[in-house]
C-alpha cells in the first residue's frame, strides 16, 4: 500500500513525513513548509492509514501463524 493520487512532490511529501515521525502537529508542519492546513492533513491522515494497513497484516501473521 502506498500514498496515491497525491499532487505533492515526492521531496515535500518525504519532509512532511519527516515531520509525521518527528511527531510535529499538523499546524506546525503546515507552517514550516508553507502549505494549506487541508492538504498536510490530508497526508497525514494517508500516513496514519498505510500504517494501520501494515499493523492489520502483521498483527494477522502474529495471532495466524
Partial sequence: MKITHCKLKKSLQKKL??????EENIRTATDLRGIQLS?????????????????SLETHEIFEG
Avoid at 17 to 22: D, P, S, T
Avoid at 43 to 53: A, N, S, V
Wanted: net charge neutral; glycine share 0%; no cysteine.
Fill in 39 to 55: 492538504t498536510t492533513a490530508l497526508l497525514y491522515y494517508k500516513i496514519k492509514l498505510i500504517i494501520e494497513y501494515h499493523l
Fill in 17 to 22: 513525513l519527516e515531520f509525521f515521525v518527528a
